[in-house]
């Protein structure tokens, strides 16, 4: 079966950096997509990879290495808005995306 | 700016009525469009996937008579709960897919469905 594993709830300080990490098994892969997603509101787009290695993109970057089946997205210099969940997603052979169940962020002043 | 929009944001409906939700794509023609379902804390759940022009694909568990989906034009699609119940209030995104710069998946920002 296809399965995306991530951590159900993280906690950090403002200011300070924060990884989460997201491992895939899938019938195949075409990219893979973090989303932030606030209470009440739908998910919104962070970043996509589909080779191996770093984007950065401002204080958020994310990583991926195909052969671990292995993602993380990295926060810097927290804010208290970056508290939200974050949802790694798949896009597998067929181009569905397959969904991890979110890690809730908490981020403490 | 917004490019996918969802109608309305909030709805209140009594049990056995019909509600309709709309999705449209604003600054692309959605050749694929998909609704999901979001309970509160947990992850989104796909209900559907609309090509335009065909019928929409229904995944397992999702009563395709219960949730009527329709893709009747390459920027609009209509989610219809029919005969709505209690369980069934959920939050309702959906989020469109095009072609060339717009091959990635865009979302509504979606509808809060109640039920009482």
């Known amino acids: 079966g296809q399965n995306i594993d991530q951590p159900t709830e993280m906690t950090a300080t403002e200011g300070a950096i924060v990884q989460i990490n997201c491992t895939y098994q899938?019938?195949?892969?075409?990219?893979l997509f973090w989303y932030q997603q606030h209470a009440g509101e739908a998910p919104t787009f962070l970043s996509y990879n589909v080779l191996d290695g770093l984007e950065e993109k401002g204080r958020f970057s994310s990583f991926l290495s195909r052969s671990k089946g292995y993602s993380y997205l990295l926060l810097k210099e927290l804010q208290m808005k970056d508290s939200a969940s974050y949802l790694c997603?798949?896009?597998?052979?067929?181009?569905?995306?397959?969904w991890g169940a979110g890690t809730k962020l908490i981020i403490k002043p | 700016g917004a490019v996918v929009s969802q109608h309305p944001s909030r709805v209140i409906c009594k049990s056995g009525t019909s509600v309709k939700i709309e999705c449209r794509s604003l600054?692309?023609?959605?050749?694929?469009m998909f609704w999901y379902r979001q309970f509160p804390k947990q992850s989104l759940m796909l209900m559907a996937t609309s090509n335009e022009g065909s019928k929409a694909t229904y995944e397992q568990g999702v009563e395709k008579d219960k949730f009527l989906i329709n893709h009747a034009s390459l920027t609009l699609s209509t989610l219809t709960v029919t005969s709505a119940h209690p369980e069934d209030s959920s939050f309702y995104i959906c989020s469109a897919r095009g072609t060339g710069e717009w091959k990635e998946q865009y979302f509504g920002p979606g509808t809060r469905l109640t039920v009482t």
């Open positions: 997603a798949v896009k597998d052979s067929n181009y569905q995306l397959i």
């Open positions: 600054d692309f023609q959605a050749t694929t």
């Open positions: 899938t019938s195949g892969f075409n990219g």
